[in-house]
C-alpha cells in the first residue's frame, strides 16, 4: 500500500477549507465544475472529468477539521482508494494534510495523480485567498494525460 | 519506506530536460537560483534555500533517459533518501516520472516536500517550454512553511 501526501496553508478560517470540502459549489470551484451529489456526511458525491471521473462516499466529517471519503466508482486503480483532507491551525493559516491513501500498487497513473492533487489543492488556496480557482475543465495542463 | 511520486510531460526534447537535471545554469533555471557544485556523473551539487538547503551526491546519469541523486547532507529527514529522475519520449512529450525515495515515515515535512516538488516540477515545465521558471528565492509559496 502506498499513499500520496501533500500539504499546503491557506490564509483563510479552518471553517472556510471545511466548506469547500464539504459542498458541492465548494468543490466544483477548485476540483472540478462538473460536481453534483452529496457532499455531507454519508453521501456520495459525482466528479466528472473530460474522460472520466470519480464517484466518492463521504465516510467522516468533522466541522474544521475533517473530511474522509472511500472511492466507490472510477479508474479500477482508484477504486477503495481513500482521500483524507485533515486541517489544523498554524499561525495565520489554515494547514490542509492531504492523503490519498491505500493505492495498491505505484502505478504511473499514480504519479500523474500526485501532481495533478498538488495542482488541485493549489487551485483549492487560490480560490479561497483570491476568489479564482482552476477547476477542471480550466485546470492546470501537466503532462499529455492532461 | 515511502516514496513521493510525480509525473510531468515537457514538449521539449529529453536532451534539453536532461541538461536541465544535469548542469548548474540548468538546475538554477527552476529549482534554486543558489545551486553550485558539480552535477556531472560522481559530482556533488550544492542546493541552497533562504532556511538550509540541500547536498546531492550524482549516483547515475544516462543521458537522454536518467539522473539520480543521493542526499548527502541537509535536513535530517532527507539524508540518504534518493532523487530519481527517469525520462522517455511520449506523443510530442518528455515524461519525468519522479521518485524522491525512501523516505524513512510519512512525517509532516514528507507532505510538504511532495507539494513543493510538483511546484518546482511544474517550474521545469515552464522554465524549458517559455524560458521563465520559478526557481527559489521566487518560487511558489504554498504554506506558511514557504
Not at 470540502?21 to 456526511?41: F, I, K
Not at 472529468?49 to 466529517?61: I, N, Q, S
Not at 495565520?92 to 495523480?113: G, K, N, Q
Amino acid at each position: 500500500m502506498t499513499d500520496i501526501l501533500h500539504r499546503i496553508g491557506v490564509t483563510t478560517s479552518p471553517e472556510a477549507v471545511y466548506t469547500a470540502l464539504t459542498t458541492v459549489d465548494g468543490l466544483a470551484s477548485w476540483w472540478t465544475e462538473d460536481t453534483d451529489g452529496d457532499a455531507g456526511l454519508g453521501g456520495v458525491v459525482r466528479f466528472r472529468f473530460g474522460p472520466g471521473g470519480f464517484d466518492m462516499k463521504v465516510l467522516e466529517t468533522e466541522p474544521g477539521h475533517r473530511v474522509l471519503w472511500e472511492v466507490i466508482d472510477g479508474p479500477e486503480e482508484w477504486i477503495g482508494t481513500r482521500v483524507r483532507f485533515d486541517l489544523k491551525q498554524e499561525d495565520d493559516y489554515t494547514i490542509v494534510l492531504f492523503r490519498h491513501e491505500d493505492w495498491r500498487e505505484p502505478v504511473e497513473f499514480m504519479y500523474h495523480c500526485s501532481t495533478k492533487w498538488a495542482t488541485f489543492l493549489m487551485s483549492l488556496k487560490a480560490v479561497l485567498e483570491t476568489g479564482s480557482g482552476a477547476p477542471a475543465p480550466r485546470d492546470v495542463r501537466i503532462s499529455n494525460w492532461h
